[in-house]
C-alpha cells in the first residue's frame, strides 16, 4: 500500500533552519509526478508551499517562501526532503508531503504523509 | 494568483441530509479542482478530481460537479463519518491554492 513517512516533530528558534523528510514506499518512486508540500498552521486552513518533480528535480514554490524554502529529492530512497529557513514565529505549523497524482500533468494530491509539527519559539 | 471561495464557511447539517458545498474561481481553471475532507488531528484525504472524478475507495455518496468557474461537491446523504472540515484545491496554474475550508457540524 502507499505510504508516505515524515520525520519526527521538531522545535526551532527563531532564524534556524528545519528540514522534514517524506520517505515513499508502496509504489514506484518515478511513476508519478511528483510530491508536493502543505502546511497548516495551528487552527488554520492549508496553505501550499509547492512541489518537485521527481523525474528531473524541478521544483515550483510558492511565492511567499521564495528564498527560504528548498525541497530535494533522493531517488535511490523514495526520499523527498523540504527545507525552510529563516524561521519565524508564524512557520509554526504542521507540515504534510503529498503525493501528486496523475499521469504526468498533476491532477490531485492523492496520498498524505502524517504531518509533521514544527514548532519555532524564540 | 487564483483565489478560491468555499461557501458556506460553517454548515450544520444532521445525518441523512443532502449536503452542498460551493467552491468559486477567480479565473478559469478548466476542470482542475479537487476536493479533500480533513478530520481533527489528522492528514486530508483526497474525495474528488478533475472536478468530478471519484477517488478510488471513496463512497458514491460523495460527488462533485462544475458549471464554469463554480464548483461544488455534493454529499447526497450525510453520514457521522462525514463530519469534517472539506477543502478545495485548484491545480491549473501555479500557486495550487486552496480554498479557505467549509466546516460540517
Known amino acids: 500500500q502507499v505510504q508516505l513517512v515524515q520525520s519526527g516533530a521538531e522545535v526551532k528558534k527563531t532564524g534556524a533552519s528545519v528540514k522534514v523528510s517524506c520517505k515513499a514506499s508502496?509504489?514506484?518512486?518515478?511513476?508519478?509526478?511528483?510530491i508536493s508540500w502543505v502546511r497548516q498552521a495551528p487552527g488554520q486552513g492549508l496553505e501550499w508551499m509547492g512541489w518537485?518533480?521527481?523525474?528531473?528535480?524541478?521544483?515550483n514554490y510558492a511565492q511567499n517562501l521564495q528564498g527560504r524554502v528548498t525541497m530535494t529529492t533522493d531517488t535511490s530512497t523514495s526520499t523527498v526532503y523540504m527545507e525552510l529557513r529563516n524561521l519565524r514565529s508564524d512557520d509554526t505549523a504542521v507540515y504534510y508531503c503529498?503525493?501528486?497524482?496523475?499521469?504526468?500533468?498533476?491532477?490531485?494530491?492523492?496520498?498524505w504523509g502524517q504531518g509533521t509539527l514544527v514548532t519555532v519559539s524564540s | 494568483d487564483i483565489h478560491l471561495t468555499q461557501s458556506p464557511s460553517f454548515l450544520s447539517a444532521s445525518v441523512g441530509d443532502r449536503v452542498t458545498i460551493t467552491c468559486r474561481a477567480s479565473?478559469?481553471?478548466?476542470?482542475?479542482l479537487a476536493w479533500y475532507q480533513q478530520k481533527p488531528g489528522g492528514a486530508p484525504k483526497l474525495l474528488i478530481y478533475?472536478?468530478?472524478t471519484l477517488q478510488s475507495g471513496v463512497p458514491s455518496r460523495f460527488s462533485g460537479s462544475e458549471s464554469g468557474t463554480e464548483f461544488t461537491l455534493t454529499i447526497s446523504s450525510l453520514q457521522p463519518e462525514d463530519f469534517a472540515t472539506y477543502y478545495c484545491?485548484?491545480?491549473?496554474?501555479?500557486?495550487?491554492?486552496f480554498g479557505q475550508g467549509t466546516k460540517v457540524e
Open positions: 503529498a503525493r501528486v497524482g496523475g499521469s504526468y500533468y498533476p491532477l490531485n494530491l492523492d496520498y
Open positions: 508502496g509504489y514506484t518512486f518515478t511513476n508519478y509526478p511528483g
Open positions: 518537485i518533480r521527481v523525474e528531473n528535480g524541478n521544483t
Open positions: 479565473q478559469g481553471i478548466r476542470s482542475y
Open positions: 478533475a472536478a468530478s
Open positions: 484545491q485548484q491545480l491549473n496554474s501555479y500557486p495550487w491554492t
